[in-house]
Structure formats: C-alpha cells, structure tokens
C-alpha cells in the first residue's frame, strides 16, 4: 500500500512511502496539523511482528515506535495536539530512530528522541488495548464528526463470498457541514474473499430521501466546504457542493476524478531527511 497526502485545497496528491505488509487504518489517526501519523501496522516477522508508530505525514518511517506483537489492540489517537494515546495495555517506552534492532525495521539510522513536550498514555484506561478495530475506532469517528445510528447484526461465519454476510448492517451517519444533507454509511459485510475487509455503501440524504448512492465505497466524507469527497474502485472523487443535492443515476454523476490509484505499484521509497524529524 502508499501512504498519500491529499491537498484538499487544490487536489494535490503528495506520494509518500510505500509498506509492503498490512496496516490498520481504522486504528490509525492524524495530527490535528495533519502533520503526523499514528498507525498500527504488521510485517509478521522480526523484530517486531506489530507495532505502533509515530510518522511524518507522508511517510511511515518512525519517528517513535511501540512494539506489540499481535493484533489484539495496536495503533492510538491523538487526545491532543501534543498528546499521544496508545491503544496498547500498558504504555511501555518506545523504540526510538537510531537503535537498530535485528532483521527488518521501519526505524531510521540516526538517534531521534521524543520531544519533551509530547506526552505519550494510554488513549483509555478501560479500553485501550482490548478489542480489535473497535472500540477506538468508534471513539475516533464520533469525535470528528459521525454519530453512531445502529449496530449490526452479523450473520455466522461463512466458508465462501464473504466471511460474516450482515442480516442488517451497522450504520453511521454524518450530516453535510453546510446544507444540511446527510451522510451514511452502511457496514454490510466483513471480508469479502479476494477483496476489502469492511464491505461498505454510502448514501446521500436530503430530508431523509436517498439522492446518492455509492456500492462498494472504500471511503467517503464531506470537505469542510460541502463538496463530497469518495473513494470507488481505486479512484478518487470530488463532488461540488452545488451538485450534492441533485438526485444521481450514477455514484460519480457529475463528481469529478481527482486521480486514477489503480495502476501505480509497489517502489522502495526512502524518507526524506525532514521527515525523521519531530518538526
């Protein structure tokens, strides 16, 4: 997968690095500046087989780093700009740039510390490091924004199409941030073999009547501005907030592609020297 800032002010796409295993976006979160990076990532292997990590926005080599080990928990939130919330059981001192560990490693070379105005905890004393994606990411999509309408009802666990197919899905909804349209995403099935993990839809409400509808959304959410801005079979979309309103045939009628993510692959990219630092 590549790590990639987007510009939102003149759609911009800034590439960063590339990781050759898994990370967990639902338990990964940004900087209120955007400028850094908490994600929960695996490589399976040593030294650290999971871990958390603090990053420079795009890239995801270490400012700071927490191993974990296994997928119970892993990744964090910030509470506040400067302080750094573990979704781990006990908050343990970091690994840090500089001291290399055998085998393969997302630290850099040169000794970086935590700054002493960052502080790191526990991001709950209840919950952190229980449960997997949720229940952080929960705490972090309600606080900027969504509001939970439902759970869902998953069915048994299945040998074949989809893992766990949902008799009704988990819903939350966002409304628009300046006509008062509404988002809302439709959870309906969890792994989808040889495809997305979360299997979710999207739809556009005016008055509580479907104006938009998105199958097989990877990601949507308002711009701050109105325009809506998705994601849908490898390409990125932008829809004007004067479209919004209007009743679509098709989920990108009138959206304009920002880029095609499909056809890039797999490059060793090395972080540039200002994003192994703190600022």
């Known amino acids: 997968m590549l790590v990639l800032r987007w510009w939102l002010d003149a759609d911009r796409l800034e590439p960063g690095q590339w990781f050759n295993g898994r990370i967990y976006e639902r338990r990964c979160d940004l900087s209120p500046a955007g400028d850094l990076l908490i994600y929960f990532a695996a490589k399976w292997q040593a030294p650290f087989e999971t871990w958390t990590a603090v990053s420079r926005t795009p890239y995801l080599t270490a400012l700071a780093l927490w191993p974990k080990g296994d997928a119970w928990g892993g990744g964090g939130l910030f509470v506040t700009p400067r302080v750094i919330g573990l979704n781990h059981l006990e908050v343990k001192s970091p690994v840090i740039p500089g ?6 490693h997302p630290l850099g070379d040169e000794p970086v510390k935590l700054p002493g105005n960052f502080e790191v905890r526990r991001w709950s004393e209840e919950a952190a490091g229980r449960g997997e994606d949720n229940p952080m990411h929960h705490e972090r999509i309600t606080r900027d924004g969504w509001i939970f309408v439902s759970d ?9 199409g989809y893992a766990w197919l949902f008799n009704s899905p988990e819903i939350y909804e966002r409304p628009s941030p300046v006509d008062g349209l509404v988002l809302r995403r439709f959870l309906r099935a969890i ?3 040889n495809g997305p993990w979360y299997v979710e839809d999207f739809e556009v409400l005016r008055d509580g009547a479907r ?3 998105i199958e097989n959304c990877s990601w949507a959410d308002w711009h701050k501005n109105g325009d809506l801005l998705f994601a849908l079979d490898g390409k990125l979309y932008r829809l004007a907030a004067a479209k ?3 009743p679509a045939q098709t989920p990108i009628e009138n959206a304009k592609l920002v880029a095609d993510l499909a056809p890039l692959r797999f490059q ?3 972080a540039p020297d200002w994003a192994k630092q703190w600022a």
Do not use: I
């Open 244 to 246: 919004t309103q209007e």
């Open 211 to 213: 104006v938009r509808f």
């Open 268 to 270: 060793n990219v090395v």
């Open 99 to 104: 001291e290399r560990k055998a085998g393969w």
């Open 191 to 193: 792994y989808k073999k």
């Open 152 to 160: 869902g009802d998953a069915g048994p666990y299945r040998q074949s």
